[in-house]
């Protein structure tokens, strides 16, 4: 989707569609003031009248304004202007988006406010790229047309085309996440990230089963046995130019369907279990961005892939499984596999003496009851690391919050016969003893584990975004690398 900055009246912009951002309180950017100049006072008749009231994603179609070229205005809310910041941009830029995209349109010209800052621009366009495309990949009848050409008012034009970088990585992690697990599967999600390595210019390794067997990955390997799919471990290395040499170790869980293994999911469980690889999803997405945007830090991205499911093979409970750090866990739930798949990915990581690592994972159904579908679950083993990155979090308009890592809570995770158990004793803070369980795999490194089981799928969508693959997180972990570790 070709995107381009403009610097024009808008009086004279020819395309399908115009969104006009206006503040609060009636207070009018340059774009909304030529509108309102050229309809003789119409917009500010519009404000008096309470028509509009600029309200945050208060959207208002306007057809046929007189005395300017485009025949479709949108107005969209950009709330007041002394709370204005990126997030707000995202959300207006998207919700005036997805309201347009619900028609097919070739060109669309966003004129929100032409004096916003790089980083407001970059999230700008990012909502708007991001707010056109749905998950309707199967569709012939689409729900949501991308835009076929898109117009952005501002002088900061490289910042548009960071923030369409942006855009395609977030959009590249909802896709993977969207399509079904009979077309994202191991072999085939390594097969992306190889392509998009090449594409985007980062280093892949990838390793097969034979070679996972060769690096001891017994616990990564339990899982993926019930599978007639091969399970496949991806190694991204992004090179910048920090002459320091600090490593940031991205790690992700790549579940391509959780069946739940011989511990079955009930149906209404399992239905939206293609969405367990959005961890691994995500930090390819991050991988892309800040590959493109060529970002200073070293950045390493470790993604282990299997499908859970259920044959002759499949790990049994009471199986004993040995990781590739030498701890043994004994299996008392195979629907607790994600922490299986990424005891061994968090190991590989280390091998890379990373300075701080992060790993994602839709991983406990528990993180869900705990904070609702639209807060991510931060664990971690280093406060400050945990506090810059809910901070980093809440700048990119991101939703995440801590739970406690009590050492009591390990205590759950004693097993008689092994090293450890893979779950807790019942079902009561089940999102902290899998947080637990990671943690004994990460040895001394600074490391903070998100579980992204709520936000990473949506069964509904928002005025902003269409349901399913939410790309949660990826913004967050490009701003993480960019401020560097
Ligand atoms: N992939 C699921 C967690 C999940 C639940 C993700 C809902 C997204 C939405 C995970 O593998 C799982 O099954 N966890 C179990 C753990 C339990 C067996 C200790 C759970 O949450 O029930
Ligand atoms: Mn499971
Ligand atoms: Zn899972």
Redesign the pocket.
């Known amino acids: 989707m070709p995107i381009q900055a403009i610097q024009q009246d808008i009086t004279g912009i020819d395309a399908d569609a115009l969104v006009v951002g206006i503040y609060e309180g009636g207070i009018l950017p340059q774009a909304a003031q030529q509108l309102d100049q050229a309809t003789a006072g119409g917009l500010n008749a519009l404000l008096e009248a309470a028509e509009i009231s600029g309200k945050a994603g208060e959207t208002s179609v306007w057809l046929s304004p007189p005395g300017i070229v485009t025949r479709h205005v949108l107005l969209v809310g950009m709330g007041s202007q002394e709370a204005f910041a990126p997030p707000v941009a995202f959300r207006a830029a998207a919700v005036a988006a997805k309201q347009l995209a619900s028609k097919p349109r070739n060109r669309v010209a966003f004129c929100l406010d032409a004096d916003w800052s790089p980083d407001a621009v970059e999230s700008g366009v990012c909502g708007a790229l991001v707010g056109c495309q749905g998950q309707d990949l199967y569709r012939v009848e689409k729900n949501l047309h991308p835009f076929a050409d898109v117009q952005w008012l501002t002088t900061e034009s490289s910042a548009v085309e960071q923030g369409e970088v942006v855009a395609g990585s977030v959009n590249l992690t909802r896709r993977l996440v969207n399509e079904p697990a009979d077309v994202i599967y191991p072999e085939t999600f390594a097969e992306t990230a190889v392509q998009e390595a090449s594409d985007s210019g980062f280093d892949i390794e990838v390793w097969d089963e034979n070679r996972l067997a060769e690096e001891r990955c017994g616990s990564l390997l339990g899982v993926a046995r019930g599978s007639d799919r091969p399970a496949r471990l991806l190694i991204m290395r992004h090179r910048g130019n920090d002459s320091k040499h600090p490593e940031l170790a991205l790690v992700g869980k790549g579940?391509t369907f959780?069946s739940?293994g011989l511990?079955l999911k009930p149906s209404d469980g399992m239905k939206?279990?293609k969405?367990?690889m959005a961890g691994g999803a995500t930090v390819l997405g991050a991988m892309r961005a800040i590959a493109r945007l060529k970002v200073p830090q070293h950045v390493i991205g470790v993604v282990g892939l299997v499908e859970n499911m259920v044959s002759g093979n499949s790990y049994r409970l009471g199986d004993v499984l040995k990781a590739r750090n030498g701890k043994t866990i004994e299996v008392l739930?195979t629907?607790?596999?994600?922490r299986l798949v990424l005891a061994d990915a968090l190991d590989v990581a280390r091998d890379y003496q990373p300075a701080k690592m992060i790993n994602l994972a839709?991983?406990?159904?528990?993180c869900?009851v705990a904070l609702g579908l639209d807060v991510v679950g931060l664990m971690t083993n280093d406060q400050p690391w945990c506090d810059r990155i809910a901070e980093t979090a809440a700048r990119c308009g991101e939703r995440a919050w801590q739970l406690p890592m009590f050492p009591e809570y390990a205590k759950q995770l004693q097993s008689p016969i092994a090293d450890l158990k893979n779950?807790g004793e019942g079902r009561w803070g089940?999102a902290i003893t899998a947080g637990k369980f990671l943690e004994e795999f990460v040895g001394d490194t600074t490391w903070t584990h998100m579980d992204i089981?709520g936000p990473a799928?949506q069964d509904k969508a928002k005025p902003e975004i269409d349901a399913g693959g939410s790309g949660v997180m990826v913004r967050t972990l490009l701003e993480l690398a960019r401020s560097g570790c």
């Open positions: 579940v959780d739940g511990s939206a279990m969405c367990d739930n629907d607790a596999e994600g839709t991983l406990t159904g528990a869900v779950i089940g089981a799928f």
